[in-house]
């Protein structure tokens, strides 16, 4: 299971390995005095590590033995904040908190059974948010000596604790059950000694806010999408006023904590924006977009813009704009698997399904073949969302003479509330009708091969996978990664984090116990009438293994081919290289099998 076999007897030019080698990422990119800092992850070793950069440098400051990643809410987030000499950091293995000097070993700076994520340095102290069992709540903790104070708690949730240049104000993001951070939350302040906080805004209107941000003069701004999409809004005698901003989301669904896509700069801002899908950069009236079509984690000094930025034909980066000349220096990443001519490039797709329509990205098979086969994306989330960058996922497809839609169906982010909305209670319905009709439009317009189509997803997009297969007639095999098959077994396992997502998704497990029966997969394991592959990691607490063990042992007992894989050393994504790229391959060599070619 660890190691990664040949993929054929024939050469080929682009192995499971090297797509998943280079599908090394970036996030929390931060700059402060003593210049730059990002946290990398690189698949040989699932690590995530923070590295430094300074005077055209760059130095990995976490030493062997850690890894920089938080588990709060399981998707953490805000891993590490800059101190004024170093870093503090959450360490994946015990989820503590660690002090580190850029010429020093880590210190453990906390103890116990806390968890921590969303770091924030300000006035000596770490702000955090601070998760215990089920139990959840804003910290800050000295420095010097460890010593901890709650700042706020009595709410279900916290995020992005941050303090005005002054240090009298103190703003935050809340919210309570049943919400989800993009359905429902609060922007908090609180002054002086933060002992009364008051709502600004989230308690008259049900609205998603994020990304709380004071100026130099401790004007208070966020994003909120009570205007249709996530936009700046600025803090007025009057309360909240629109801030003149692009009618697009700024942001994506805060699934994780510590997220940057815009910066209030003077009377102006820096930020980001989508576009048909593509990510647009801006500072103020200035566009700053270039070749990149996504940006993530802004920063910016006088001289530069920084961020992770990507595009069609390079993978992730760190890059910095100078701000003058608008020229472009990759600092660390952004190096193509693949020369550009051989680089399937993304075609927006907007096509009708159902009543309404739906978007993603086309990407042509590199083999010339006029109509090849298919395999539909299906992101995770669902509430979440794909981008037109350059995946080496969807390219080991596009190389091997396959097209691929990648799909943001109705639920996606990125395309205003509205659009985000259309999944509640209509999950399994929407989704499904989207991936569909994907391959009807395709088909129709002669790209592709309609009878040789396939799905796959991991996580929620595993089970729009399986609903897809056992409620239409569409696709000849499927692929579900971590993919939920019984979504009330999910309800009862599931984390706090997404312990009501279900509610909002499908309904009430008890009052609406048919309309889960009528999209439980698992119950209807037998209108599956085309070969499933599985994949799933053993310790997964997100969707525990007995899912897939159950619905496995559904379709082999109604005689349908099917194929599991296991893998005892993941969780919920799959995260060591030799895993994800065993898995690739398998499910590419199941697809062959499936179409009757050999390897």
């Keep these: ?25 970036f996030a929390e ?10 946290n990398e992850y690189r698949p040989e070793d699932a690590a995530c590590r923070i590295w430094h950069w300074r005077d055209g440098v760059a130095k990995r400051l976490t030493p062997d033995g850690f890894s920089v990643r ?32 850029l010429d020093g070993e880590p210190r453990v700076l906390t103890s116990g059974d806390c968890r921590y994520g969303d770091l924030h340095f300000a006035n000596g102290r770490v702000l955090a948010v601070e998760e215990q069992l089920d139990q959840h709540r804003l910290v800050a903790i000295d420095l010097a000596g460890g010593a901890r104070q709650v700042l ?51 308690e008259q209107v049900e609205e998603s806010i994020q990304q709380p941000r004071f100026d130099a ?55 980001t924006w989508s576009e048909a899908g593509f990510g647009r950069l801006a500072l103020g009236d200035e566009d700053f977009t270039g070749v990149y079509s996504r940006f993530r984690h802004l920063a910016l000094d006088e001289q530069f813009i920084y961020c992770i930025a990507a595009s069609p034909i390079s993978p992730s980066a760190v890059i910095a704009i100078d701000r003058a000349s608008h020229e472009e220096k990759v600092l660390a990443g952004g190096i193509a698997p693949l020369p550009a001519e051989h680089i399937s490039r993304p075609q927006t797709l907007r096509y009708p399904s159902g009543s309404g329509e739906a978007h993603g990205f086309f990407y042509p098979a590199m083999s010339g073949e006029t109509q090849p086969p298919l395999v539909v994306f299906i992101h995770g989330g669902p509430t979440s969302a794909c981008y037109p960058m350059l995946d080496p996922r ?8 396959f ?55 991991g996580s929620a997009g595993g089970y729009t996978t399986l609903c897809a297969l056992a409620f239409r007639q569409v696709f000849r095999a499927g692929a579900s990664l971590y993919g939920v098959s019984d979504p009330i077994a999910l309800g009862r396992a599931t984390h706090k984090f997404e312990g009501d997502y279900l509610d909002w998704l499908i309904g009430d497990p008890e009052r609406d116990a048919e309309r889960y029966a009528a999209r439980t997969p698992l119950l209807h394991a037998n209108n599956i009438s085309v070969p499933v592959i599985f994949f799933q990691g053993e310790l997964d607490a ?15 007992r109604n005689g349908i081919p099917v194929q599991a894989h296991y893998y005892p050393d993941e969780r919920h994504g799959f995260r060591r290289a030799a895993n994800q790229a065993h898995a690739l391959e398998q499910e590419w060599k199941f697809y062959r099998r499936v179409m009757g070619l050999t390897d």
Excluded: K
Aim: overall charge negative.
């Design 152 to 202: 706020a708690e009595g709410a279900d949730f916290y995020a992005a604790p941050t303090l005005s240049p002054n240090g009298q104000r103190l703003a935050w993001i809340e919210w309570s059950r049943p919400h989800q951070p993009w359905t429902s939350t609060r922007l908090m302040v609180a002054e002086g000694d933060f002992s009364a906080p008051r709502c600004v805004a989230g």
């Design 403 to 457: 097209a691929v839609a990648d799909l943001n169906y109705r639920g996606s982010s990125g395309y205003g509330r509205e659009y985000r909305q259309a999944l509640h209670l209509r999950w399994g319905e929407v989704d499904v009708e989207d991936a569909c009709a994907v391959v009807s439009y395709l088909a129709g317009e002669g790209l592709i091969d309609g009878a040789n189509a396939f799905i796959r997803g």
């Design 29 to 38: 990119l931060q700059l402060g005095v003593n210049g730059l800092f990002w």
């Design 217 to 271: 003069d401790g004007r208070l701004y966020c994003l909120t999408d009570r205007g249709g999409h996530w936009q700046p809004w600025g803090e007025t005698s009057a309360g909240l006023q629109a801030l003149p901003s692009a009618e697009a989301d700024h942001a994506p669904a805060p699934w994780q904590l510590g997220g940057c896509t815009w910066l209030p700069v003077g009377d102006q801002f820096l930020a």
């Design 70 to 101: 938080s588990r709060v809410y399981e998707y953490g987030g805000g891993a590490f904040c800059l101190t004024l000499d170093g870093v503090v950091f959450v360490n994946e293995a015990d989820q503590q908190l660690y002090r580190q000097t």
């Design 542 to 556: 997100v969707v525990v293994p007995q899912q897939t063990r159950d619905m496995v042992a559904a379709l082999e």
């Design 394 to 401: 969807i390219q080991y497809w596009t190389q091997r003479g």
């Design 1 to 25: 299971m660890n190691e990664t076999r040949a993929l054929s007897s024939r050469a080929e030019p682009f192995s499971a390995l090297q797509a998943v080698a280079a599908g090394m990422d």
